[in-house]
């Protein structure tokens, strides 16, 4: 029994058929022409100029994520405080007590941001809000509520 045999491809290293005979013989892809983008390059130069305009055609771009991208609709606290009494007029929003009762959801917001100042003690529910939003709206005697994330 024979132990150190070399490989048959070994000795075709160099020799560009391996041994086949024509070049177009047993090349991996038959005759589908190749693997990917194949065939962009061949059939002259007129091919060529439709493959430059299109600038995304060769390589690959990005990949898609697996998980759900929430959009993002944000609401300062001084644009509440702005127009809670328009939003009152629509039955947007409630009064109880002293305590302005706000689902930003309703209004069309899912996130609550921190810009400006508050006076008025609000009740907010919203899925998402910032640091400073949160602690403004606690100083102003009020309350955040429905958070998923601190963001």
């Known amino acids: ?9 070994d000795r075709q290293r160099g020799s560009m058929t391996h041994g086949w005979g024509a070049k177009k013989k047993h090349r991996g892809q038959g005759n589908r022409g190749g693997r990917g983008m194949a065939g962009t390059g061949k059939r002259a130069d007129s091919k060529k100029p439709s493959i430059w305009k299109d600038k995304n055609y060769f390589g690959k771009y990005g990949f898609v994520s697996k998980t759900p991208k929430v959009k993002i609709n944000a609401v300062n606290i001084n644009f509440l405080e702005q127009h809670i009494i328009r939003f009152l007029l629509n039955n947007t929003i409630k009064k109880e007590n002293d305590f302005y009762i ?3 959801e309703k209004l069309g917001y899912n996130k609550l941001l921190g810009d400006g100042r508050i006076s008025t ?3 907010i529910k919203t899925p998402y809000a910032s640091k400073t939003a949160v602690e403004k709206v606690k100083e102003a005697g009020g309350e955040v509520s429905g958070l998923v994330a601190n963001e």
Do not use: A, P, Q
């Open 1 to 9: 029994m024979t132990v150190n045999k070399r490989k048959k491809n």
């Open 102 to 104: 706000v689902d930003l």
């Open 121 to 123: 003690k609000l009740k």
